[in-house]
T-cell receptor, first 112, second 118 residues
């Protein structure tokens, strides 16, 4: 079974706009990661935020983490057509299990 | 350098056939993971290897699924007597040991094998 939910399930915006995706999870975590998956391709790691961090930036990406609410958000600024993909959050548990637990993903479409 | 590779990229099997899916991790990566991704869903964990040792197989859905990594490098996921519900993309991922010896928690994924069972 999957860790939690992502919201929205699908998002369609115009190129240049910002895109925000949200992720909720259920258990205590060591860290939370975001991955991108282009159609028919494998997942690419975007960014990792640890449980003691609240915000992290990487290029046009901004991730926040609220462990009290068990939620995270991914913001992509100044979106481009190439950002069209599915985005997944994944949690790494605190109990030492060596595995990622993924959400169901947000399908992002950037319209030119 | 080369990333994680998987073969075949596509596999069509008749119900009841056995299939074998191969994963070549990034050279030197200690950890290797298999995930199953159903259409429109996120990946779900199947099994984990550290070198040649299979440390977690809690996600394997039935005893028809078997994975091995005999020399601590290439891994094979075998599915016996395939059923329609096995249709999915099977993803392999690997990760290195960080300087200092701790295992990395960032994973590098292959392109996946899309299995269709008719």
């Amino acid at each position: 079974s999957q860790q939690g939910e992502e919201d929205p399930q699908a998002l369609s915006i115009q190129e240049g706009e910002n895109a925000t995706m949200n992720c909720s999870y259920k258990t205590s975590i060591n860290n939370l990661q975001w991955y991108r998956q282009n159609s028919g391709r494998g997942l690419v790691h975007l960014i990792l935020i640890r449980s003691n961090e609240r915000e992290k930036h990487s290029g046009r990406l901004r991730v926040t983490l609220d462990t009290s609410k068990k939620s995270s958000s991914l913001l992509i600024t100044a979106s481009r057509a190439a950002d069209t993909a599915s985005y997944f959050c994944a949690t790494w548990g605190k109990q030492g299990a060596q595995k990622l637990v993924f959400g169901q993903g947000t399908r992002l479409t950037i319209n030119p | 350098g080369a990333g994680v590779s998987q073969s075949p990229r596509y596999k069509v099997a008749k119900r009841g056939q056995d299939v074998a899916l191969r994963c070549d991790p990034i050279s030197g990566h200690v950890s290797l993971f298999w995930y199953q991704q159903a259409l429109g869903q996120g990946p779900e964990f199947l099994t984990y290897f550290q070198n040649e040792a299979q440390l977690d197989k809690s996600g394997l859905p039935s005893d028809r699924f078997f994975a091995e990594r005999p020399e601590g490098s290439v891994s094979t996921l075998k599915i016996q007597r395939t059923q329609q519900e096995d249709s999915a993309v099977y993803l392999c991922a690997s990760s290195p040991r960080q300087p200092g010896g701790r295992l990395s928690d960032t994973q590098y994924f292959g392109p996946g094998t899309r299995l269709t069972v008719l």
